[in-house]
């Protein structure tokens, strides 16, 4: 375990220009032309797979006895359109679904409020009523395939939703596996998608917790997202850092809600960005795991092993892809694809060729599934567990972010934890996304097919194109949705739903009984508003 030196360094690469012969990574780590058995740390802390610090990952034969999740992000225009394409990627070999959601959802706005026009299906899927939601899943036996769900201040809308279905399947709660995104605070840092002050946006995640642990034992109940960090432009020191203090604060909150560290924490994921620098990217995740079982240990007191393996989704870099010749992608998601597998992975989403233009065709979605299947049997990666375990340069890498992650966490914990510490972790993302352009724009990093190797004729592949109609269409089905309804009954819950919000108990059983009695989730998501308020940014 790395431990803090007394000289601070770099968490964000220097500007030196293209003529320096120095090498660095994007995290301000310079890189040496030859390492040798001196630059492995003396007290190299590795143990063995599935044993704590779980630096070689969390399950002892990795991926000989499994594969990792092949999970595919998709979701657009309406759900009946969204359907067809969760059922096209389960017939290509996908083994997990990954559920995008339209713009208003992810605010939890109806699609007929004045602010949507516009955006209704146009990032993901619109998702109004349990209509929606049974519509986007028939056919799909929830019992029989996991769903991940990017959704954040309306995750326990969202979910609850999706349990509403899988009891109309006649599935029991207790079979569900899935994820709820459900990770608010990075909202607030990177995305801007939120709703509620953070105070009882921590409740609503605390009360999810403690729902899924007597109700929906399987369900992953935040995946603590450092890839969106990654994505506004931090480094991978950073990403490792900000993601696991907001971890840190999750856990608090919990501990601090009532609920035993271990009744809750063996359900948390974690969600990260995969880059191109492969050396990087593989040591990123094994300093991740190691710091995350000696916090989870050391700072919460955690028993249960599986309290203290940190698991993960990784996704392939969206900042990554490039608009100029888009078709070079596909190497960039092979590389990023083959990292998170090299380092760990529990499930894995590759990027579409064509997603800095638009939402993946379904060639592209292929592509990407295919890219998954080669690594998986073709690159040799899944024949050994850590591979890269041992190697002068990853050792020596891994041991350098985890420390200068650890500072940065430490400055994290000075502010009160990254609920406080909000502003502070803005600046820094802001600093390492100034430096990636500048960088780009002197020559130094070089991209190809942008500041390098450029070519006049730009190339543009046949695009996913959303019909404008899908908007008008969803609104109609809205406003039937709430014509055919016992409204009287929709009033009462939701009245339920903003006493229990007032007082203490957990909200999600009134939000489930609203959302079955036809409450729609602007409704549901307005009522606790009502109480909740709304956040107002400081900067």
């Known amino acids: 375990m790395a431990t803090t030196p007394a000289e601070e360094r770099l968490t964000v690469a220097p500007i030196v220009g293209p003529d320096d012969p120095r090498h660095f990574t994007d995290s301000g780590i310079e890189i040496k032309p030859l390492y040798t058995a001196a630059d492995v740390p003396a007290d190299l802390e590795l143990g063995e797979p599935g044993e704590f610090p ?12 499994q594969f990792w999740t092949m999970r595919q992000y998709a979701g657009y225009a309406s759900a009946k359109e969204s359907n067809e394409r969760y059922r096209y990627l389960l017939s290509k070999g996908g083994t997990g679904l990954s559920m995008a959601f339209d713009l208003p959802t992810q605010l939890g706005l109806d699609s007929d409020n004045p602010r949507c026009l516009g955006e209704v299906g146009r990032t993901g899927v619109a998702i109004d009523t349990i209509d929606d939601m049974r519509t986007a899943f028939d056919g799909i036996p929830l019992d ?12 326990a809308c969202l979910m609850l939703l999706y349990e509403l279905v899988g009891e109309e399947q006649g599935v029991e709660s207790k079979l569900l596996r899935g994820t709820t995104q459900n990770d608010v605070l990075k909202e607030y840092i990177a995305r801007g998608n939120y709703i509620y002050p953070p105070g009882p946006t921590m409740r609503l995640t605390t009360d999810l917790f403690a729902y899924c642990k007597e109700n929906i034992p399987k369900w992953n109940t935040v995946s603590i997202s450092g890839y969106h960090f990654r994505e506004k432009g931090c480094s991978a020191v950073q990403e490792v850092a900000f993601t696991l203090s907001s971890g840190i604060a999750y856990v608090q909150a919990a501990v601090d809600a009532g609920l035993a560290v271990d009744d809750f924490a063996p359900r948390l994921a974690f969600f990260f960005n995969g880059h191109n620098n492969v050396f990087q990217e593989v040591a990123k995740f094994r300093a991740a795991r190691r710091m995350w079982a000696h916090i989870m240990r050391d700072r919460f007191g955690a028993q249960n092993p599986k309290s203290m393996m940190l698991r993960f989704h990784t996704q392939t870099g969206g900042v990554t892809l490039t608009a100029q010749q888009p078709e070079n992608n596909i190497a960039r998601v092979a590389l990023q694809g083959f990292a998170a597998v090299c380092g760990g992975t529990q499930s894995l989403h ?9 939402l993946p065709t379904e060639r592209a ?47 994290v914990d000075e502010l009160g934890g990254s609920v406080n510490a909000i502003e502070f972790i803005t600046g820094e993302i802001d600093e390492s996304a100034w430096g990636y352009q500048e960088r780009y724009r002197l020559g130094q ?7 390098k ?7 543009v592949p046949d695009l996913l194109r959303v019909d404008p109609e899908s908007e008008n269409q969803q609104v109609a089905r809205l406003k039937a949705f709430k014509e055919n309804r016992d409204q ?14 007032q007082g203490t108990d957990n909200v999600l059983p009134y939000i489930k009984d609203a959302l079955r009695d036809r409450a729609s989730l602007g409704e549901v998501c307005g009522a ?8 107002q940014p400081k900067f």
């Open 528 to 535: 606790m508003q009502d109480v909740f308020g709304k956040y």
């Open 365 to 411: 979605a292929k592509i990407a599934v295919r890219t998954q299947q080669v690594i998986a049997h073709e690159s040799g990666a899944t024949d050994t567990v850590d591979p890269f375990a041992g190697s002068y340069f990853i050792e020596a890498l891994t041991e350098e972010i985890e420390s200068r992650a650890t500072e940065l966490i430490a400055k």
């Open 445 to 451: 990093d070089i991209v190809v097919g942008v500041n």
């Open 54 to 65: 779980y630096i070689r990952g969390p399950h002892r034969e990795m991926y000989r006895k």
């Open 144 to 155: 029989q395939v996991s769903t991940s769900m990017t959704i954040n201040a309306p995750a």
């Open 350 to 358: 590759t990027n579409g060729y064509d997603e800095a233009l638009a």
């Open 488 to 501: 009287q009954q929709v009033d009462a819950q939701l009245e339920r739903l903003r006493n229990a919000a």
């Open 453 to 459: 190797y450029e070519e006049d004729e730009i190339e």
